[in-house]
Structure formats: structure tokens, C-alpha cells
């Protein structure tokens, strides 16, 4: 299966953003869909896990200004993003499996840039 991230951008803070993570060659349905961010010179964190029941789990920096949602017919996850602020600037990519601190250097993720 590969994952492709889009929707990235420039943004103003407080503003928000719908990352997506779509799936060809296979199917996100079944598998566990974890987003992650990297920004530059720093580890690639997790952002969010959402496991094959639809449970999901947001990490602190994220809590409250996120959301998950799907369109089974695209093969898609989609990041809602919201109020965001120039540290949530960074890459952000999708990958199957469980967390894994490499998963950053697996795709090319989307560009989220925050700034006025």
C-alpha cells in the first residue's frame, strides 16, 4: 500500500487546515493510520493513532484542535487541523502500522507552514 499526504500550506495562525492521506495499491480500512510531524532538525513525532475499530488517540501538543474523519470511497484519512499556531509548523506525514520514529523519511508528507 502506498500513502500519499496532501493538503499542506501556508496559513495564518488561527487558522486551520484538512491534511489527507490517501491509499493506492491497497486499502487504509483494517490498519492502523498513524500522522506524524517533523520539523526541521527535530525528531519525527506522532501526531495522532487511529486503530482499524475507528478508536483514535491525539497527542498532547494537538489535544482539542484535532480531528479525524474518512471517506471510504476516496481509500482516505483525513487531519483536521484547527487554531493553529507557528509551532504546529512542520511536515506531516501518514503511514500504516504501528508508531515508528523513521516513519517521517518514508514519504514526502505535506508542507504546514503557520505564520502572518
Known amino acids: 500500500v502506498q500513502l500519499v499526504e496532501s493538503g499542506g500550506g501556508l496559513v495564518q495562525p488561527g487558522g486551520s487546515l484538512r491534511l489527507s492521506c490517501t491509499a493506492s495499491?491497497?486499502?487504509?480500512?483494517?490498519?492502523?493510520v498513524v500522522w506524524y510531524r517533523q520539523k526541521p532538525g527535530e525528531e519525527c513525532l506522532m501526531v495522532s493513532t487511529?486503530?482499524?475499530?475507528?478508536?483514535?488517540y491525539f497527542t498532547d501538543f494537538v489535544e482539542g484542535r484535532v480531528a479525524i474523519s474518512f471517506d471510504n470511497t476516496k481509500n482516505t484519512e483525513y487531519l483536521w487541523l484547527s487554531s493553529l499556531t507557528p509551532e504546529d509548523t512542520a511536515v506531516y506525514h501518514c503511514?500504516?502500522?504501528?508508531?515508528?520514529?523513521?516513519?517521517?523519511?518514508w514519504g514526502q508528507g505535506t508542507q504546514v507552514t503557520v505564520s502572518a
Open positions: 495499491g491497497g486499502t487504509l480500512h483494517g490498519s492502523n
Open positions: 487511529t486503530s482499524p475499530a475507528g478508536h483514535t
Open positions: 503511514a500504516l502500522g504501528n508508531p515508528n520514529i523513521y516513519a517521517c523519511s
